[in-house]
């Protein structure tokens, strides 16, 4: 990242361990030798106590803080074991990579629901979870509040996500007292079951975890007047739905197929045309066993949501209708007026396909063959290329599972969901993809990489900088601070009117087929003088480089534009409209049929329809407490108790949390409006008190007449200090 226009310079005072921050920073920033070399010196002589490194249960009174001295607290933390850390206003989170017995039970959650003041306990997430309860509780504004979890692909953000979704359930339970672990049920055994079969559904095992979300989740926990857990309800954020037909070398589909797999009675293989031992393309890995291939578990929570055992059968023949699709080939056409063949030995399985998705198999295969194109009134009948064949096939299986998907998260919101009338606030329980960077990166990670900036942004608007801004408009002394602001980073994606965004869909909507080169050049021309984009000069293929707060990203241009599109061919849509299937008819019911040519002109592309899903998020997010955790994935391999310092130090790098440590270390712990401080703690002070109380008093009697309101409280203030001062 471009550290000249990104970082900033704000305020700082105060404490710091032993000695100021200021003098810290001061230090940092200057090049003189004498100050450098001093400063190693400290770092030395903290290091050199090294058995008390795993003592700091805040990284606040590190001292000093750099990421060298942060890295070996951590390090000699996580070594005893010791997996939870504060640093300041952010927890941070280091993945154990293995079951940790006693660390989330119910006793645990007990101990710190009921301690006076949790945040003397050891740190761990149950503090930041009863943090926020307490928030709704104390009704101070923001009410609502928002527990960001963020973090790379296995950092252990879903894993945390559940860990808080239990413990309201448990602490916050409506139906039960906490008597048992098993106590936990009705509402909030419904809330929890949404997991399961949400992670069955929209997880995968990748290179980087055996259980990594494809798609981004916030969950409102609603809480009624007496903060008891009444509802939930679920927003989901772009599915990965190309995994369906296509999966990245050495990497899996969704477990959903695995778990009917293996976990099929022999009654259900023959309803799903499965025969034993039969191969599926579409499911690579197969051998392979996780503990994730739980195909009963899922079950059991679809029965707990009310999904019938009907339903149920719809869902598992549709599923097996997709994973006969992924075995159907095409053989090349012997002239371009022909439409391609089926390859002998899969014909077997177009017939299993259409059965399953209840459709004509002779309809199936001409939407899969041949293309329908409008010329006024008239249509004309095209044969498909081989690749088009094969991308139609694609095509209808990603539409079907992501709308497949999408009905899931409805029904699991009308299961879980309480009535408006019921509930007054909310915890909002963020779980969104981690940053992602692999050999070739595409639209899919494009979107995944925008919304960590816009989390980014989320933190440092509201923490780095509104904080540091809020203490100099105040008069408090303050000495700057620098921080990494990403907001040019998110200009260049999402920014108008010229950035990536715009340039790909200005492209998207262009009647043509998309050319990558064409794209490079134009996002050149217009964008030249960004210092957040880059390119290759000497590279063959034509891409981008964003400079993400995280780290550089090499985005592909081949293929970026159609992505974009995601266009789905009217035949294939007017084809699962007709089928007998009830779940299948009921899902494509007032699908758009249009051809792509026509109304498809102002189709919402892919990233248009995600920022608006994001700015909505942020929208919610701005008016929430916010709470932030920052998962840390120890070592790539996912290996037990294994910690790999060059991993872990560039994750705290990348969420500035050395950034982060300096503004809480130097600045107010606790910050509450003056309005909202007097009415918590007013009582306190007779005198405020008397002031304050007529002044509501005088508010209430005359609320339209505010000077009569001011008259009023002064004269009852007056009398009562009066009488009883
Ligand atoms: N606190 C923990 N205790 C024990 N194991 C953990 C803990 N947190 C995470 N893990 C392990 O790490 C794995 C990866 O965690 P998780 O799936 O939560 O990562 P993630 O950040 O959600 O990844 P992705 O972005 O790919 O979805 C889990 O399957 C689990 O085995």
């Not at 101990?111 to 503090?127: G, V």
């Not at 039969?278 to 051998?287: D, M, N």
């Not at 899931?408 to 992602?436: K, P, Q, R």
């Not at 701005?622 to 790539?636: A, E, M």
Request: net charge neutral.
């Amino acid at each position: 990242m471009n550290s000249a226009n990104n970082g900033r310079n704000v305020g700082v005072g105060h404490r710091h361990g032993g000695g100021t921050v200021k003098a810290f920073i001061q230090k940092v920033q200057s090049h003189q030798p004498s100050l450098k070399e001093s400063l190693n010196g400290e770092i030395q002589a903290f290091l050199t106590d090294e058995d008390q490194l795993h003592t700091y249960d805040d990284l606040t009174k590190v001292n000093p803080v750099t990421p060298t001295t942060v890295l070996q607290c951590l390090q000699a933390r996580y070594s005893v074991k010791v997996f939870y850390t504060h640093a300041g206003c952010t927890l941070v989170a280091l993945n154990p990579f293995q079951p940790i017995p006693d660390l989330y039970t119910l006793d645990v959650m007990k101990e710190y629901h009921s301690a006076p003041q949790p945040q003397e306990f050891k740190p761990h997430i149950f503090i930041v979870a009863e943090e926020a309860y307490r928030n709704v509780k104390g009704q101070l504004e923001p009410v609502n509040q928002s527990l960001v979890v963020s973090g790379e692909s296995g950092a252990g953000k879903t894993w945390t996500s559940r860990c808080l979704m239990k413990y309201y359930a448990t602490v916050a339970a409506s139906s039960s007292v906490m008597k048992s672990q098993d106590t936990v049920e009705r509402i909030e055994r419904r809330v929890l079951d949404s997991n399961p079969i949400m992670e069955a559904f929209g997880n995968a095992c990748t290179l980087r975890n055996n259980n990594s979300s494809r798609f981004g989740k916030y969950i409102q926990l609603q809480l009624d007047r007496g903060q008891l857990l009444v509802g939930a309800s679920v927003q989901t954020y772009l599915l990965e739905k190309t995994r369906v037909a296509c999966q990245p070398a050495n990497e899996r589909n969704f477990h959903i197929f695995y778990q009917m797999m293996k976990g099929a009675t022999v009654e259900q293989r023959r309803e799903w045309k499965m025969n034993h031992g039969q191969r599926f393309a579409w499911l690579p890995h197969s051998e392979k066993t996780l503990e994730e291939d739980c195909f009963h578990e899922t079950v059991r929570a679809m029965v707990h949501l009310g999904i019938n055992a009907d339903r149920q059968r719809q869902i598992f023949r549709v599923l097996a209708g997709i994973l006969q699709l992924g075995n159907l080939s095409f053989s090349s056409a012997v002239d371009e007026t022909q439409p391609c063949n089926l390859e002998e030995p899969t014909k077997d399985f177009l017939q299993k396909a259409a059965e399953l998705l209840r459709v004509p198999p002779v309809e199936l295969q001409m939407c899969l063959r041949v293309r329908t194109l409008k010329a006024g009134k008239q249509s004309v009948l095209k044969p498909c290329s081989q690749a088009e064949c094969s991308m139609r096939r694609d095509c209808l299986a990603k539409v079907i599972y992501a709308q497949l998907f999408e009905w899931l998260v409805m029904f699991i919101n009308n299961s879980i969901c309480a009535d408006e009338s019921t509930w007054c606030n909310f915890i909002g329980v963020l779980d969104v993809y981690g940053f992602e960077c692999f050999y070739t990166n595409n639209l899919e990670q494009l979107c995944i990489n925008y919304a960590n900036e816009k989390l980014q942004q989320h933190f440092v608007a509201h923490y780095l900088r509104a904080q540091q801004e809020e203490y100099v408009t105040e008069g408090l002394q303050w000495s700057f601070i620098k921080y990494q602001d990403n907001q040019s980073c998110l200009d260049l994606i999402e920014g108008s009117p010229i950035s990536v965004f715009s340039l790909l869909n200005e492209e998207s909507r262009l009647n043509r087929t998309s050319d990558a080169r064409t794209l490079r050049l134009r996002l050149e021309k217009e964008l030249h003088d960004n210092s957040n984009i880059s390119w290759d000069k000497f590279s063959k293929e034509p891409h981008f480089t964003v400079s993400h707060y995280a780290g550089k990203v090499n985005y592909q241009l081949q293929g970026m534009v159609e992505k974009n599109k995601d266009p789905v061919p009217p035949e294939l849509i007017k084809l699962l409209q007709k089928s007998e299937d009830p779940l299948l008819r009921q899902v494509f019911t007032d699908k758009e049929t249009e051809s792509p040519n026509s109304k498809g002109l102002n189709k919402v592309t892919v990233v248009s329809k995600f920022k608006n899903s994001l700015e909505s998020l942020m929208k919610i997010l701005h008016t929430t407490t916010p709470h932030y955790t920052r998962c840390i994935k120890p070592n790539p391999d996912c290996k037990p108790l294994t910690f790999k310092k060059e991993e872990v130090i560039m994750q705290l790098e990348a969420c500035g949390i050395v950034e982060t440590i300096h503004i809480s270390a130097a600045g107010f712990p606790i910050r509450i409006l003056y309005k909202n401080f007097l009415q918590r703690y007013g009582l306190i002070s007779r005198h405020i008190n008397s002031k304050f109380r007529f002044h509501h008093v005088g508010l209430r009697v005359f609320p339209p007449c505010p000077l009569l309101a001011l008259l009023v409280s002064l004269t009852l203030s007056y009398l009562w200090e009066l009488l009883f001062l």
